[in-house]
């Protein structure tokens, strides 16, 4: 083996714990503002990565995911979206698409890459990310996770099965 082998880092997986500390800013109800894991704790979490913004395939899963929100609230979970794009671009794709302007839930900045790197769904030489779903438990651990190349669309409902068949 070679000696300057060095440990390798790997991305979040399946059975991992997501540390509390992992915070992010967040375009949310008209505001931007900081969340992290531990603001989440004790819920189950949607985490929902996406490409970018101004997207073609991104609003349709956005506007589908704003459509069960209220579902998956009374099921016990919140959802969280993510893509690359910094809160203010939330906030203008916001303010100009009807689909995006149905959206509650919090819609996560990740422009330096941590969340994206983190969990494995970043496209280093693109800056965005793949479509990357994670149900995570109200411990914080992560009980699924789907992540498919940018032309593949997620169904929402499909996501619903996942949440429900994790929690029971």
């Given at each position: 083996?070679?000696?300057?082998?060095?440990?390798?880092?790997?991305?979040?997986?399946?059975?991992?714990?997501v540390?509390?500390?992992?915070?992010?800013?967040?375009?949310?109800?008209?505001?931007?503002?900081?969340?992290?894991?531990?603001?989440?704790?004790?819920?189950?979490?949607?985490?929902?990565?996406?490409?970018?913004?101004?997207?073609?395939?991104?609003?349709?899963?956005?506007?589908?995911?704003?459509?069960?929100?209220?579902?998956?609230?009374?099921?016990?979970?919140?959802?969280?979206?993510?893509s690359?794009?910094?809160?203010?671009?939330?906030?203008?794709?916001?303010?100009?698409?009807?689909?995006?302007?149905?959206?509650?839930?919090?819609?996560?900045?990740?422009?330096?890459?941590?969340?994206?790197?983190?969990?494995?769904?970043?496209?280093?030489?693109?800056?965005?990310?793949?479509?990357?779903?994670?149900?995570?438990?109200?411990?914080?651990?992560?009980?699924?996770?789907?992540?498919?190349?940018?032309?593949?669309?997620?169904?929402?409902?499909?996501?619903?099965?996942?949440?429900?068949?994790?929690?029971?």
């Amino acid at each position: 083996m070679n000696d300057n082998f060095e440990t390798l880092w790997r991305p979040l997986s399946i059975g991992d714990t997501v540390p509390e500390e992992l915070d992010f800013e967040i375009y949310h109800e008209d505001e931007v503002k900081r969340m992290s894991f531990a603001d989440l704790r004790g819920k189950w979490v949607i985490l929902f990565f996406y490409p970018k913004d101004f997207t073609f395939v991104c609003p349709t899963e956005l506007g589908e995911m704003a459509n069960l929100y209220e579902e998956f609230q009374k099921e016990g979970a919140d959802i969280v979206s993510v893509s690359t794009d910094t809160a203010y671009v939330h906030k203008a794709w916001h303010d100009t698409s009807e689909t995006i302007k149905m959206i509650k839930f919090p819609m996560a900045a990740d422009p330096a890459h941590v969340m994206s790197e983190s969990f494995g769904v970043l496209i280093e030489d693109e800056g965005v990310t793949h479509r990357g779903t994670f149900i995570i438990s109200p411990d914080g651990v992560i009980k699924t996770l789907e992540m498919n190349h940018d032309s593949i669309g997620r169904s929402a409902k499909e996501t619903m099965r996942k949440f429900k068949a994790a929690k029971y």
